[in-house]
């Protein structure tokens, strides 16, 4: 049996909110120590910085990557010192950093996926080992490239449920959403359903100038137009069997444009709770329970709205005593660990890879 070691995950989400950083101990099988955690948001010059890269969508467009790339790679290096003083640990006491970057592009259609991050710089800034690029090896053996947290939440399904409570389904709410269905025995699937608050951050951006419909306060006092969500969900994505994956910008808000923000924002809530229950529907058997994590758990519209459309019980992370703010970070402290020692990241059912696959590139320090 390995050995348990620290190690710090980095996560920087397609909602674009920041950095998450989070400590655990872990052999690569199961968590024995779940250390500090931390959310640090973008300023807003490298935000929109990333926001440029993103909406460029085209390799030839992205000459300012590299400036942008250093940016975001110190930032994650500065939340990275942040957490280390608040476990108390040094360098030497971390044996790896899983780091993520931030997806700018990702088409696995055509084979495409961009995460900026520099790793060998993040691992000369803080003198510990990194592991980025845990997207590469997957798509060049034919996988989607996503979702990759899977195995990381199947390793806390099995601390905290019984098999009488299985299947359940983990859905992670960034800009885009994502489940993870877990079945008895091991039985596992994993594939985007479709957007998560992207759209909905995007309209309040556009429309108020703000990050986010706090708490969902404004698509609560809308009305959803019918017709519109009708369109929304007229995408053959939707009944598309998976393991699938999406880029941020795979869907278009502009049906809602003519709505007023409230009504604006209600459909799209409807349309990715509506995307969640189509997506159930794919899975083996009906989950038993929705758990969910990532940033929309704080929008109750959103969570209402996914309790009406899946008829099932839906409750955040924190249910199960999971911490869904550091939940994607802690995932690639784990993946991390599994890397180095040549563990599978990746399966058929999470990301459609034809075989169980490691990945990940690393980065030593010496």
């Not at 950095?19 to 655990?24: K, P, S, T, Y």
């Not at 926001?51 to 110190?74: C, F, H, K, P, Y």
């Not at 997806?103 to 084979?111: A, F, K, R, S, V």
């Not at 924190?318 to 784990?334: H, S, T």
Request: net charge negative; glycine share 12%; hydrophobic share 45%.
């Amino acid at each position: 049996m390995a050995e348990p070691v620290y190690a710090l995950g980095l996560m920087s989400g397609t909602s674009l909110d920041g950095i998450d950083a989070a400590l655990i101990r872990t052999d690569g099988e199961r968590v024995h120590e779940f250390g500090p955690c931390i959310t640090i948001p973008y300023e807003a010059a490298l935000r929109q910085a990333i926001r440029g890269l993103i909406d460029a969508r085209q390799e030839g467009a992205l000459s300012g990557a590299a400036r942008v790339e250093r940016e975001l790679t110190e930032a994650h290096a500065a939340a990275s010192g942040v957490v280390l003083a608040e476990a108390g640990l040094n360098a030497g006491q971390i044996r790896v950093v899983g780091f993520h970057g931030h997806t700018i592009w990702h088409d696995p259609e055509h084979g495409i996926t961009r995460q900026i991050g520099d790793g060998a710089l993040l691992a000369r800034r803080l003198g510990i080992d990194v592991v980025n690029d845990f997207r590469g090896a997957d798509m060049a053996a034919g996988g989607q490239g996503a979702p990759l947290a899977p195995l990381y939440h199947r390793a806390l399904a099995r601390n905290s449920l019984a098999t009488a409570e299985l299947p359940v389904a983990v859905l992670n709410l960034g800009g885009v959403a994502n489940i993870t269905w877990i079945g008895e025995e091991n039985g596992l699937l994993a594939f985007d359903t479709g957007p998560g608050c992207a759209l909905i951050d995007d309209l309040i951006l556009a429309r108020r100038g703000k990050p986010y419909d706090r708490n969902g306060e404004l698509a609560a006092a809308g009305q959803v137009d019918k017709a519109v969500l009708g369109r929304l969900l007229d995408d053959s994505y939707f009944s598309a069997p998976p393991p699938k994956s999406l880029d941020r910008n795979a869907f278009d808000r502009a049906p809602v444009e003519a709505l007023a923000i409230a009504d604006g924002a209600a459909t799209l809530v409807a349309f990715s709770a509506q995307a969640v229950a189509l997506g159930l529907a794919l899975c083996p058997q009906m989950a038993r329970r929705i758990l969910v994590t990532g940033g929309g758990r704080h929008n109750s519209a959103l969570m209402a709205a996914l309790r009406r459309r899946c008829g099932i019980a839906v409750d955040p992370v924190e249910a199960l005593g999971w911490r869904g703010d550091a939940l994607e970070a802690e995932a690639f402290a784990y993946l991390a660990v599994r890397s180095l020692r040549g563990a599978v990241l990746s399966l058929p059912e999470t990301t459609g890879v034809g075989h169980a696959l490691s990945g990940g590139v690393l980065h030593r320090v010496d």
